[in-house]
């Protein structure tokens, strides 16, 4: 067996899963979560927070009660925003989402719940609908109760406020933020055959969401609006979302702790016309990866806002023997520490890769294993190659670094978004709350 | 239900796991791994490192072939030194421990092999016994070929200054060394009732280990070699040596990253005299215990050397409804970066506790939930009490934190040990390897 191989080797061979939103024609657009026609949004401050010149409560309505899909966070803890929407979403029928930030309402018991439920009735008595049309989503500070103040202040401003602008969804996505850097709103157009004799119908899938955001003593919290004008029935809308968020938002780790507060709407107007598109339906594939390809945009931005963040890095393991493997080594490698601290150091450490995916129980043989770092072969048939050191200090100083590695054991794949372990990371969660 | 109490709250009980080495009469003894009757040991330097000054080469030897028990790494990526130590040590028989620091000869491919059974030919023809007899371990540099000469010069020396002393015993556990702050040394003695009509026979058992240490471009490894003087047989040394790993070093976690080199020895001289001792045996409980005290002892080192670490952690989690669902619990809390910050930070901030556990997916209800930090209840039934913040920081001054979190769930319990996160530990494997 030869030791290193100094032969030219071609990378690694990542496959492409699906059909991408650019191969359906989808391309960006203004409006975030408004530019879907029958939506429109606001965000106010209304009190959460002290400090009057934030933002901490956000409305999207609908302009009628529409289909609506969502998910939610798989923690045990799990907070009464969520404990209260989860039954209500799975009626597939909403008109708004109503969001602060400042409070999470986690571990705030039967109190929670009723300042959920009455929150909830605030916003329904305002826009004119039932209560259980009404979705809630918190994020901030837990084990304290939210107060119910600043929504009978706070929502009425919100109502008078609302619309279908840019502006308006901006307003809305600032509202949500935490430890966020920045807002995080994407929105896509595109033509779906859904009209008369199979004309092409404009349709629009937009969204903001929030992550992976702290304030002490809390936990991140992942929250996500997305709308769409496409015409699809509560089944559609439910199996897109879904899809969409199994390889996005759950393909994302910053630290690897799965929030109390983690939920991800989609409401769906219709308002663009056309025919409803069902799961049957031969349109369901492209607005599927329109939905897929909004949320893998806000995904990659909540790695690369992570906290203390220098570098988005993303993860595919390949030619793994089972999908769970796959999946499996794809994370243990994004939520390793060394291998975040190497990318951090600009340290081309493929040991601690191979490591990191050797721990963790998958299936593979480490003589069949190859890795790429930043598109360079450094690993092939488990041996190291001879790496350049310069050209990878050069190309560290891009802002998205790569990680390939074959497992050799099958033909299954798996992508996750992370990104690097900083001193910064430590100060923000270990300095003292004040 | 009551949303906070202020009745005085008892702690959590945790539930002590078998009989303790001292409730066998076991107390420490100098000595370390010498401690042991028949056991010899050296460190000297051979020149796997450039500084001079630093040993590098440890050798371990029984006077006699004795039994022997191993346990190795799980990682697939194996280094070259386990291939060679798995199968020798399975034979139950060993005549010594040959370990080097400064190269952990792994993913070396059969190069790497070779130079592993060429290095333990050395070691037997110096000490007169055959090769299989001879158990190798490395740590260190990945990647980079083992050179030999180092063993030709360092064997005969390191063979010379053989001496059943504790700073013999010293050196040996000081040559293994990589990042760790201190050598890491435990010694015990107590007497078994295995001499003539059950007279009492003093045994010893010692050893050292090495970790969580790493030096660039380089993966952490813990090594092990422990010795007794206790008439073992080989399968109650296995089954003993298991025992003690399963709960002590496989249960401390620093990253949450598992070597290529992990290797943990047993030699068991049965020089102490009396008659063998087998699984069966009224003395199988005190010896067993004996030798669990002095892992449990080098796995705390180890977790309060963990790399920038300035507190030693104690995970507790119980009452959980399987053996699993304990250990899974008390990982996700124990690798928690969020935990790990916030400890760095000295914030009392037991909700990242409560969403590790409960991100986990193990079963149990977030009301029968109860967690005490550092002895003080802050959560009991899933919601919290009012907390004394002075007195938290008060806490935190001291080198250890305790967490129990009581999941309400079932009847069983698990303990991990681990460090806090800090700059310090981003520092150490962020900065690029000079």
């Known amino acids: 067996m030869m030791e290193t191989r100094t032969e030219a080797v071609s990378p690694i061979v990542v496959p492409q899963v699906g059909g991408s ?101 605030i916003v329904a008595e305002a826009l004119g609908c039932s209560d ?28 008078s406020k609302l619309a279908g602008t840019a502006e308006a969804a901006h307003d809305a996505a600032c509202a949500v933020m935490t430890t966020d850097t920045h807002s995080k709103e994407v929105s896509v157009a595109g033509e779906l055959p859904i009209g008369e004799d199979g004309a092409a119908v404009t349709v629009h899938v937009g969204g903001f969401v929030k992550g992976s955001g702290m304030i002490q003593p809390n936990m991140a919290t992942m929250l996500c609006v997305l709308s769409t004008d496409a015409p699809l029935d509560a089944e559609a809308a439910h199996a897109a979302l879904l899809a969409a968020v199994k390889t996005t938002f759950n393909h994302v780790t910053v630290d690897s702790d799965t929030s109390t507060n983690d939920s991800a709407f989609l409401l769906a107007t219709g308002a663009a016309g056309g025919e409803t598109i069902t799961c049957d339906s031969a349109a369901y594939a492209a607005i599927a990866a329109a939905i897929h390809g909004v949320c893998e945009s806000l995904a990659r931005m909540i790695a690369a806002d992570g906290e203390g963040a220098t570098k988005l890095v993303t993860v595919d393991v390949v030619n793994a023997a089972s999908q769970e493997d796959a999946d499996t080594a794809a994370f243990a490698i994004a939520n390793s520490p060394l291998v975040k601290c ?33 598109g360079v072969p450094v690993l092939r048939s488990g041996l190291p190659l001879p790496m350049d050191e310069d050209e990878m200090l050069r190309r560290f100083e891009e802002p998205a670094i790569d990680i390939v590695m074959s497992l050799g054991a099958g033909s299954f794949c798996s992508r996750v978004w992370t990104c690097d372990l900083t001193h910064e990371y430590v100060t923000i969660n270990g300095d003292y709350r004040t």
């Open 132 to 159: 259980d049309e009404i979705l809630v989503a918190s994020t901030g500070v837990i084990g304290v109760q939210l107060p119910l103040a600043p929504y009978t202040e706070g929502v009425p401003m919100a109502v």
């Open 21 to 121: 939103m650019e191969d359906h024609g989808f391309s960006p657009c203004e409006g975030g979560v408004c530019a879907a026609a029958g939506i429109k949004a606001a965000g106010v401050h209304a009190g959460f927070r002290k400090d009057p010149n934030r933002l901490d409560l956000a409305l999207v309505a609908a302009d009628e009660p529409c289909v609506c899909a969502a998910t939610f966070t798989t923690n045990r803890f799990c907070a009464a925003p969520v404990q209260v929407s989860r039954p209500r979403a799975a009626k597939g029928r909403a008109k708004a989402v109503i969001l602060n930030s400042g409070n999470a309402n986690a571990a705030t018991g039967d109190a929670g719940i009723e300042v959920a439920l009455a929150s909830s009735k």
């Open 342 to 374: 190497a990318i951090f150091g600009h340290d081309a450490n493929w040991g601690r890769i191979a490591a990191a995916a050797g721990k963790c129980g998958v299936q593979f043989d480490q003589y069949a294993c190859d890795i790429d770092l930043m």
